[in-house]
């Protein structure tokens, strides 16, 4: 059966003086996740556009871009021109959430919402109809290599409450934190995508790492049934 977990590798751990061979070691994830920080919505910067172009020149898998930047209005056609095949923006950083996934609908792309640790999901009662995707962070955003938030698996399943009275099920994605102890957790609490940096690319065998947190989450799906 095919699985029904998604892996998406955060490049912001890999070693950015080699990121072509890099990509290449990720090849057996789902998404490449692209982490976009501006030194301002988060206390970080890391890559834009130019490098989204390098990326998606040097991988065939579809590029997860999550904007952590306080102008998604200004600058979500860009990263639609750079070729981003999912583009997820954070719900606190714009006043035109409907406009922004209408924009990334109508270049055929996947559109994504995300929320902060301490944003309820409630804030998505408006667009959870619209979204390709939901992006529940597990962590501040910020950097890679943090600790996951214990309280987000009862956010993800207020998430899940949501989509159900809604009749809609977009896939639900977790950054931050995620390894093969705390992937059973999420993936039980109703998480289908997970975002992985420190676990794989801290690894020796990045393959191996992906596969091993693959089957812990699809071990926390069997708990569920
Ligand atoms: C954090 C980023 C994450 C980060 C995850 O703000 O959005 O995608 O790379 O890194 P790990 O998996 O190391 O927590
Ligand atoms: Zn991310």
Redesign the pocket.
């Known amino acids: 059966m095919q699985s029904q977990i998604r892996i998406a590798t955060?490049v912001?751990?890999a070693d950015f003086a080699r990121l072509g061979e890099d990509l290449a070691e990720i090849s057996s994830a789902d998404y490449v996740?692209y982490?976009v920080?501006d030194g301002h919505f988060?206390p970080n910067i890391s890559f834009g556009l130019d490098i989204l172009k390098a990326t998606k020149r040097s991988t065939e898998l579809p590029v997860d871009v999550?904007l952590?930047i306080s102008n998604p209005d200004q600058m979500v056609p860009a990263f639609l021109d750079a070729d981003a095949d999912n583009v997820t923006f954070h719900i606190e950083a714009t006043d035109h959430a409907n406009r922004l996934i209408q924009l990334i609908h109508a270049e055929g792309r996947m559109a994504s919402v995300a929320v902060n640790p301490a944003t309820p999901v409630c804030l998505l009662e408006d667009v959870i109809e619209d979204v390709d995707m939901v992006l529940v962070?597990t962590?501040n955003?910020?950097?890679?290599?943090?600790k996951f938030i214990p309280a987000s698996a009862a956010k993800l399943r207020r998430l899940r409450r949501l989509c159900a009275e809604h009749g809609v099920s977009p896939l639900v994605e977790v950054?931050?934190?995620?390894n093969a102890q705390t992937a059973p957790i999420v993936a039980k609490a109703g998480a289908n995508v997970l975002?992985?940096?420190?676990?794989v690319f801290g690894q020796a065998d990045c393959s191996a790492a992906i596969a091993k947190i693959r089957a812990a989450a699809e071990s926390g799906l069997a708990k569920k049934a």
Request: proline share 4%.
């Open positions: 955060s912001l751990s996740h982490d920080m988060v999550h952590m962070m962590v955003p910020g950097f890679g290599g943090q950054d931050g934190g995620i975002v992985a940096g420190s676990a």
